[in-house]
Protein backbone atom coordinates (compact mmCIF):
# COMPACT_ATOMS: atom_id res chain seq x y z
CA UNK A 1 0.00 0.00 0.00
CA UNK A 2 1.28 3.87 -0.80
CA UNK A 3 0.32 5.25 2.91
CA UNK A 4 0.47 9.35 3.51
CA UNK A 5 1.54 9.62 7.38
CA UNK A 6 0.57 12.70 9.74
CA UNK A 7 2.15 13.56 12.91
CA UNK A 8 1.06 16.77 14.64
CA UNK A 9 0.99 15.45 18.76
CA UNK A 10 3.62 18.20 20.12
CA UNK A 11 5.59 20.75 18.58
CA UNK A 12 6.88 19.25 14.99
CA UNK A 13 4.57 18.79 11.44
CA UNK A 14 5.81 15.95 10.09
CA UNK A 15 4.39 13.99 6.72
CA UNK A 16 5.24 11.08 4.84
CA UNK A 17 4.85 8.68 2.03
CA UNK A 18 5.66 5.11 2.70
CA UNK A 19 4.58 2.51 -0.25
CA UNK A 20 5.07 -0.83 0.17
CA UNK A 21 7.15 -0.34 2.86
CA UNK A 22 9.56 1.70 1.66
CA UNK A 23 9.90 5.19 2.69
CA UNK A 24 9.85 7.70 -0.35
CA UNK A 25 9.54 10.67 1.30
CA UNK A 26 9.70 11.93 5.42
CA UNK A 27 9.34 15.53 5.68
CA UNK A 28 9.36 17.51 8.95
CA UNK A 29 8.54 21.40 10.06
CA UNK A 30 10.05 22.10 13.36
CA UNK A 31 8.19 24.88 15.31
CA UNK A 32 10.63 27.40 16.36
CA UNK A 33 8.70 29.55 18.22
CA UNK A 34 8.34 27.96 21.58
CA UNK A 35 12.35 28.61 22.22
CA UNK A 36 11.82 31.85 23.52
CA UNK A 37 8.97 30.20 26.36
CA UNK A 38 11.40 27.36 27.37
CA UNK A 39 9.33 24.75 26.76
CA UNK A 40 6.39 24.38 24.44
CA UNK A 41 3.24 26.33 24.41
CA UNK A 42 0.12 24.34 23.27
CA UNK A 43 -1.93 27.20 21.83
CA UNK A 44 1.13 27.85 19.73
CA UNK A 45 1.73 24.73 19.07
CA UNK A 46 -1.81 23.99 17.34
CA UNK A 47 -1.69 27.29 15.46
CA UNK A 48 1.80 26.29 13.84
CA UNK A 49 0.43 23.01 13.02
CA UNK A 50 -2.03 24.82 11.13
CA UNK A 51 0.10 26.68 8.90
CA UNK A 52 2.45 24.47 8.61
CA UNK A 53 0.50 21.11 7.42
CA UNK A 54 -0.84 21.67 4.07
CA UNK A 55 3.21 22.51 2.85
CA UNK A 56 4.60 20.06 4.72
CA UNK A 57 1.98 17.33 3.16
CA UNK A 58 2.40 18.86 -0.19
CA UNK A 59 6.41 18.53 0.15
CA UNK A 60 6.06 14.87 1.16
CA UNK A 61 4.13 14.07 -2.09
CA UNK A 62 6.12 15.88 -4.09
CA UNK A 63 9.20 14.59 -2.74
CA UNK A 64 7.89 10.85 -3.21
CA UNK A 65 7.15 11.34 -6.80
CA UNK A 66 2.96 10.75 -6.48
CA UNK A 67 -0.07 13.05 -6.27
CA UNK A 68 -2.86 12.00 -3.59
CA UNK A 69 -5.14 9.84 -5.78
CA UNK A 70 -2.26 7.56 -5.79
CA UNK A 71 -3.20 7.05 -1.93
CA UNK A 72 -4.35 3.51 -0.48
CA UNK A 73 -4.73 5.15 2.91
CA UNK A 74 -4.05 8.12 5.13
CA UNK A 75 -2.35 7.79 8.53
CA UNK A 76 -2.22 10.41 11.34
CA UNK A 77 -1.07 9.73 14.97
CA UNK A 78 -4.03 9.50 16.99
CA UNK A 79 -2.36 9.89 20.43
CA UNK A 80 -0.87 10.48 23.13
CA UNK A 81 0.21 14.19 23.22
CA UNK A 82 -1.17 17.70 22.96
CA UNK A 83 -5.32 17.70 22.00
CA UNK A 84 -4.86 20.61 20.24
CA UNK A 85 -2.08 19.80 18.15
CA UNK A 86 -3.75 16.02 17.66
CA UNK A 87 -6.88 17.99 16.54
CA UNK A 88 -5.26 19.62 13.94
CA UNK A 89 -3.93 16.65 12.49
CA UNK A 90 -6.45 14.30 12.78
CA UNK A 91 -9.05 16.77 11.10
CA UNK A 92 -6.94 16.98 7.99
CA UNK A 93 -6.58 13.59 7.60
CA UNK A 94 -9.67 12.95 7.74
CA UNK A 95 -11.14 15.16 5.80
CA UNK A 96 -8.37 14.12 3.31
CA UNK A 97 -9.48 10.29 3.44
CA UNK A 98 -12.91 11.76 3.21
CA UNK A 99 -11.98 13.83 0.19
CA UNK A 100 -10.45 10.21 -1.58
CA UNK A 101 -12.59 7.53 -0.02
CA UNK A 102 -9.84 6.14 1.27
CA UNK A 103 -9.30 3.96 4.60
CA UNK A 104 -7.82 5.80 7.60
CA UNK A 105 -6.01 4.77 9.81
CA UNK A 106 -5.33 6.09 13.95
CA UNK A 107 -1.69 4.98 14.98
CA UNK A 108 -0.80 5.50 18.17
CA UNK A 109 2.39 7.98 18.53
CA UNK A 110 4.08 5.75 21.24
CA UNK A 111 3.71 2.14 18.93
CA UNK A 112 5.47 4.48 16.56
CA UNK A 113 8.73 5.69 17.95
CA UNK A 114 9.61 1.73 18.83
CA UNK A 115 8.55 0.71 15.17
CA UNK A 116 10.86 3.44 13.63
CA UNK A 117 12.90 0.72 14.15
CA UNK A 118 11.17 -1.28 10.73
CA UNK A 119 12.24 1.65 8.11
CA UNK A 120 15.69 0.71 7.89
CA UNK A 121 18.14 -2.62 8.48
CA UNK A 122 19.28 -3.62 10.79
CA UNK A 123 15.63 -4.31 12.25
CA UNK A 124 15.38 -6.50 15.36
CA UNK A 125 12.98 -9.47 14.87
CA UNK A 126 10.00 -10.01 17.05
CA UNK A 127 10.20 -10.83 20.19
CA UNK A 128 12.38 -7.62 21.66
CA UNK A 129 12.86 -5.73 24.21
CA UNK A 130 12.66 -1.60 23.57
CA UNK A 131 13.86 1.56 25.92
CA UNK A 132 11.93 4.47 24.92
CA UNK A 133 12.82 7.27 26.01
CA UNK A 134 11.54 10.65 25.05
CA UNK A 135 10.75 14.37 25.84
CA UNK A 136 7.06 13.23 27.62
CA UNK A 137 7.56 9.52 27.94
CA UNK A 138 10.50 6.78 29.17
CA UNK A 139 8.57 3.22 28.55
CA UNK A 140 10.64 -0.14 28.56
CA UNK A 141 8.27 -2.49 26.25
CA UNK A 142 8.30 -6.05 25.96
CA UNK A 143 7.47 -5.82 21.85
CA UNK A 144 5.67 -9.21 20.95
CA UNK A 145 4.66 -8.30 17.33
CA UNK A 146 4.09 -4.58 15.52
CA UNK A 147 0.94 -4.93 16.94
CA UNK A 148 1.08 -6.33 20.25
CA UNK A 149 3.29 -4.65 23.15
CA UNK A 150 3.60 -4.83 27.05
CA UNK A 151 5.26 -2.08 29.19
CA UNK A 152 6.90 -4.08 31.70
CA UNK A 153 7.79 -0.54 33.54
CA UNK A 154 7.98 3.38 32.88
CA UNK A 155 8.79 6.42 34.87
CA UNK A 156 6.21 7.52 37.69
CA UNK A 157 7.06 10.86 37.09
CA UNK A 158 9.04 12.75 34.84
CA UNK A 159 10.43 11.49 31.69
CA UNK A 160 14.31 11.08 31.02
CA UNK A 161 14.46 13.70 28.33
CA UNK A 162 12.32 15.86 30.57
CA UNK A 163 14.74 15.24 33.18
CA UNK A 164 17.65 16.27 30.96
CA UNK A 165 15.43 19.37 30.41
CA UNK A 166 14.86 20.45 33.72
CA UNK A 167 18.55 19.99 34.82
CA UNK A 168 20.16 21.70 32.21
CA UNK A 169 17.31 24.56 32.81
CA UNK A 170 18.53 24.72 36.28
CA UNK A 171 22.10 24.85 34.51
CA UNK A 172 21.23 28.13 32.52
CA UNK A 173 21.67 26.04 29.38
CA UNK A 174 18.85 26.86 26.53
CA UNK A 175 15.70 24.48 25.97
CA UNK A 176 15.34 22.24 24.82
CA UNK A 177 18.85 21.11 26.93
CA UNK A 178 19.09 18.10 26.89
CA UNK A 179 21.78 18.19 23.61
CA UNK A 180 23.45 21.19 25.26
CA UNK A 181 23.98 18.92 28.49
CA UNK A 182 25.19 16.07 26.43
CA UNK A 183 27.72 18.02 24.54
CA UNK A 184 28.93 19.39 27.54
CA UNK A 185 29.05 16.44 29.56
CA UNK A 186 31.67 15.29 27.29
CA UNK A 187 34.26 17.57 28.32
CA UNK A 188 33.35 16.64 32.12
CA UNK A 189 34.03 14.43 35.02
CA UNK A 190 30.95 12.08 35.80
CA UNK A 191 32.70 11.33 39.28
CA UNK A 192 33.46 14.29 40.98
CA UNK A 193 28.99 15.05 41.46
CA UNK A 194 27.13 11.74 42.66
CA UNK A 195 22.86 12.19 42.33
CA UNK A 196 20.41 10.16 42.89
CA UNK A 197 19.97 7.06 40.95
CA UNK A 198 16.10 7.10 40.40
CA UNK A 199 15.57 3.22 40.08
CA UNK A 200 12.14 1.76 41.39
CA UNK A 201 11.44 -1.60 42.61
CA UNK A 202 10.48 -3.72 39.00
CA UNK A 203 11.13 -1.91 36.18
CA UNK A 204 9.84 1.79 37.31
CA UNK A 205 11.91 4.81 36.52
CA UNK A 206 11.59 8.08 38.47
CA UNK A 207 13.58 11.51 37.93
CA UNK A 208 12.18 13.97 40.07
CA UNK A 209 14.47 12.93 42.74
CA UNK A 210 17.42 13.64 40.65
CA UNK A 211 15.55 17.21 39.63
CA UNK A 212 15.58 18.23 43.25
CA UNK A 213 18.84 17.14 44.09
CA UNK A 214 20.12 19.23 41.90
CA UNK A 215 18.30 22.11 42.25
CA UNK A 216 19.15 21.89 46.01
CA UNK A 217 22.71 21.31 45.47
CA UNK A 218 23.01 24.32 43.11
CA UNK A 219 21.25 26.52 45.87
CA UNK A 220 23.43 25.55 48.78
CA UNK A 221 27.04 25.68 46.62
CA UNK A 222 25.91 29.19 45.09
CA UNK A 223 24.93 30.86 47.89
CA UNK A 224 28.83 30.19 49.03
CA UNK A 225 30.20 31.04 44.83
CA UNK A 226 27.92 32.76 42.63
CA UNK A 227 30.40 31.02 40.18
CA UNK A 228 29.84 27.84 40.84
CA UNK A 229 27.85 26.55 38.19
CA UNK A 230 29.63 28.45 35.28
CA UNK A 231 33.23 26.80 37.44
CA UNK A 232 31.98 23.51 37.00
CA UNK A 233 29.66 23.40 34.20
CA UNK A 234 30.88 20.36 32.54
CA UNK A 235 31.31 18.24 35.68
CA UNK A 236 27.86 18.66 37.04
CA UNK A 237 26.51 17.97 32.97
CA UNK A 238 28.76 14.99 33.32
CA UNK A 239 27.59 14.21 36.74
CA UNK A 240 23.72 14.54 36.09
CA UNK A 241 24.04 12.64 32.28
CA UNK A 242 25.73 9.86 33.89
CA UNK A 243 23.28 9.42 36.92
CA UNK A 244 20.35 9.20 34.52
CA UNK A 245 21.98 7.21 32.26
CA UNK A 246 22.87 4.59 35.21
CA UNK A 247 18.90 4.42 36.05
CA UNK A 248 18.11 3.96 32.63
CA UNK A 249 20.55 0.91 32.25
CA UNK A 250 19.75 -0.32 35.79
CA UNK A 251 16.32 -1.07 34.43
CA UNK A 252 17.15 -2.14 31.25
CA UNK A 253 19.73 -4.85 32.65
CA UNK A 254 16.92 -6.06 34.88
CA UNK A 255 14.53 -6.81 32.50
CA UNK A 256 16.50 -8.39 30.12
CA UNK A 257 17.64 -10.29 32.55
CA UNK A 258 13.97 -11.70 33.74
CA UNK A 259 12.46 -11.77 30.30
CA UNK A 260 15.85 -13.58 28.73
CA UNK A 261 15.33 -11.25 25.82
CA UNK A 262 18.37 -10.26 23.70
CA UNK A 263 17.90 -8.05 21.72
CA UNK A 264 17.57 -4.37 22.72
CA UNK A 265 16.45 -1.28 20.99
CA UNK A 266 16.54 2.45 22.01
CA UNK A 267 13.86 4.84 20.53
CA UNK A 268 12.83 8.17 21.32
CA UNK A 269 14.86 11.85 20.97
CA UNK A 270 17.01 10.91 24.43
CA UNK A 271 18.53 7.89 21.95
CA UNK A 272 20.52 10.82 20.58
CA UNK A 273 22.52 10.98 23.69
CA UNK A 274 26.15 10.07 23.44
CA UNK A 275 26.69 9.26 27.20
CA UNK A 276 23.54 6.68 26.91
CA UNK A 277 25.09 5.04 23.37
CA UNK A 278 28.28 4.54 24.85
CA UNK A 279 26.82 3.03 27.92
CA UNK A 280 24.76 1.14 26.10
CA UNK A 281 27.18 -0.48 23.66
CA UNK A 282 29.46 -1.44 26.33
CA UNK A 283 26.84 -3.09 28.64
CA UNK A 284 26.06 -4.90 25.48
CA UNK A 285 29.72 -6.35 24.57
CA UNK A 286 29.19 -7.57 28.38
CA UNK A 287 25.70 -9.48 28.28
CA UNK A 288 26.03 -10.34 24.53
CA UNK A 289 22.61 -8.31 23.64
CA UNK A 290 22.64 -7.20 20.17
CA UNK A 291 21.56 -3.55 20.31
CA UNK A 292 19.59 -1.34 17.73
CA UNK A 293 19.68 2.44 17.56
CA UNK A 294 17.50 4.34 14.68
CA UNK A 295 19.05 7.18 12.86
CA UNK A 296 18.37 10.34 14.74
CA UNK A 297 15.64 11.63 11.99
CA UNK A 298 13.82 8.53 13.11
CA UNK A 299 13.92 9.15 17.21
CA UNK A 300 12.41 12.22 17.29
CA UNK A 301 9.03 13.31 16.04
CA UNK A 302 8.46 12.34 12.41
CA UNK A 303 6.01 10.81 9.97
CA UNK A 304 7.76 8.21 9.19
CA UNK A 305 7.41 6.47 12.01
CA UNK A 306 3.70 6.70 11.71
CA UNK A 307 3.56 5.56 8.32
CA UNK A 308 5.29 2.74 9.10
CA UNK A 309 3.09 1.44 12.22
CA UNK A 310 0.20 2.59 10.04
CA UNK A 311 1.77 0.33 7.33
CA UNK A 312 1.66 -2.83 9.93
CA UNK A 313 -2.25 -2.02 10.21
CA UNK A 314 -3.46 -1.70 7.15
CA UNK A 315 -1.83 -5.43 6.73
CA UNK A 316 -3.57 -6.25 9.82
CA UNK A 317 -7.02 -4.85 8.86
CA UNK A 318 -6.70 -2.31 11.54
CA UNK A 319 -8.50 0.65 9.67
CA UNK A 320 -10.36 3.40 12.11
CA UNK A 321 -13.79 5.33 11.14
CA UNK A 322 -14.33 8.76 10.45
CA UNK A 323 -16.09 8.81 14.26
CA UNK A 324 -11.97 8.19 15.65
CA UNK A 325 -11.37 11.09 17.93
CA UNK A 326 -7.68 12.01 19.49
CA UNK A 327 -7.04 10.74 22.73
CA UNK A 328 -4.14 13.27 24.17
CA UNK A 329 -4.04 9.98 26.97
CA UNK A 330 -3.99 7.49 24.23
CA UNK A 331 -2.05 3.61 26.27
CA UNK A 332 -0.12 1.71 24.57
CA UNK A 333 -1.54 -1.37 25.28
P1 LIG B 1 6.84 12.16 23.34
O1 LIG B 1 6.94 11.28 22.17
O2 LIG B 1 7.04 11.45 24.64
O3 LIG B 1 5.60 12.98 23.34
P2 LIG B 1 8.76 13.87 22.02
O4 LIG B 1 8.57 13.03 20.83
O5 LIG B 1 8.34 15.30 21.94
O6 LIG B 1 8.08 13.23 23.30
P3 LIG B 1 11.43 13.46 21.36
O7 LIG B 1 11.39 14.37 20.19
O8 LIG B 1 11.47 12.01 21.11
O9 LIG B 1 10.27 13.82 22.39
O10 LIG B 1 12.68 13.80 22.25
C1 LIG B 1 12.92 15.10 22.68
C2 LIG B 1 13.73 15.01 23.96
O11 LIG B 1 15.00 14.42 23.65
C3 LIG B 1 13.98 16.35 24.58
O12 LIG B 1 13.73 16.25 25.96
C4 LIG B 1 15.47 16.60 24.30
O13 LIG B 1 16.12 17.36 25.25
C5 LIG B 1 15.97 15.16 24.32
N1 LIG B 1 17.26 15.01 23.64
C6 LIG B 1 17.55 15.18 22.32
N2 LIG B 1 18.86 14.99 22.08
C7 LIG B 1 19.42 14.69 23.29
C8 LIG B 1 20.74 14.38 23.73
N3 LIG B 1 21.76 14.33 22.87
N4 LIG B 1 20.93 14.12 25.03
C9 LIG B 1 19.90 14.14 25.90
N5 LIG B 1 18.65 14.43 25.56
C10 LIG B 1 18.41 14.70 24.28
FE1 LIG C 1 7.38 11.67 20.27
Given at each position: ???????S?????????L???E?L?????????????????P??????????L????????R???????????VA??????????L????M???????A?????????????????H???????TF??????????H?????????L???????????A???????T?????????????L?????????????????????????????????L?????????????I??????LC???Q?T?????????R?????????????????????????????????????????????C????A???????????A?????????????????
Open positions: PIILAIESCDDTGAAVAGGLSNVVATQKVHEQYGGVVELASRAHQQHLPVVTAALEAGITKDDLDAVTQGPGLLGSLVGGFAKTLALLDKPLLAVNHMRAHILAFLRDPKPPFLCLTVSGGTQLVRVHSAQMEILGQTIDDAGEAFDKAKLLGLPYPGGPHDRLARQGDPTRFAFPVGAMPGYDFSFSGLKTAVYFLKKETAKNPEFAENLADAGIHIVATLLKQLRAAADTGLTQVALAGGVAANSGLRTALQQEAAVQGWEVFIPEFAFTDNAMVAMTAHFQFEGDVATQLVSPDPRLKLS
